[in-house]
């Protein structure tokens, strides 16, 4: 099993971004998908989750200008990114709590992350 983020790039204050992440290999479930970041010297702070139901969280920081979801048929979990800002700018991982076939157990994946840079 493996995740693989995909979507950032470099955008102007005020801008839009949709990150994308999909999960492959052999999954059985998916529980809890959520995106994280982290800024260059700065601990990794939790961005948004969402669960296998669609029930959403978001951080402070991002309510209101961010929009997580997710795909359950394609194992994917998306992050739309608007009106953003210089200090949005950081990398962006994606993490995801998968049941796997064989083994049937739980673990937790991260994909590679993703750089997202605000700038003018």
């Known amino acids: 099993v493996q995740l693989q983020a995909c979507g950032g790039g470099l955008v102007q204050p005020g801008g839009s971004l949709r990150l994308s992440c999909v999960a492959s290999?052999?999954?059985?479930?998916?529980?809890?998908m959520r995106w994280y970041r982290q800024a260059p010297g700065k601990q990794r702070e939790l961005v948004a989750h969402?669960?296998?139901?669609?029930?959403?969280n978001y951080a402070d920081s991002v309510k209101g200008r961010f929009s997580i979801s997710r795909d359950n048929a394609k194992h994917t979990v998306y992050l739309q990114m608007n009106s953003l800002k210089p200090e949005d700018t950081a990398v962006y991982y994606c993490?995801?709590?998968?049941?796997?076939?064989?083994?049937?157990?739980?673990?937790?994946?991260w994909g590679q992350g993703t750089q997202v840079t605000v700038s003018s």
């Open positions: 993490n995801a709590d998968i049941t796997s076939v064989v083994p049937r157990t739980l673990t937790s994946y």
């Open positions: 290999g052999s999954i059985f479930s998916i529980g809890y």
């Open positions: 969402i669960t296998s139901g669609g029930t959403t």
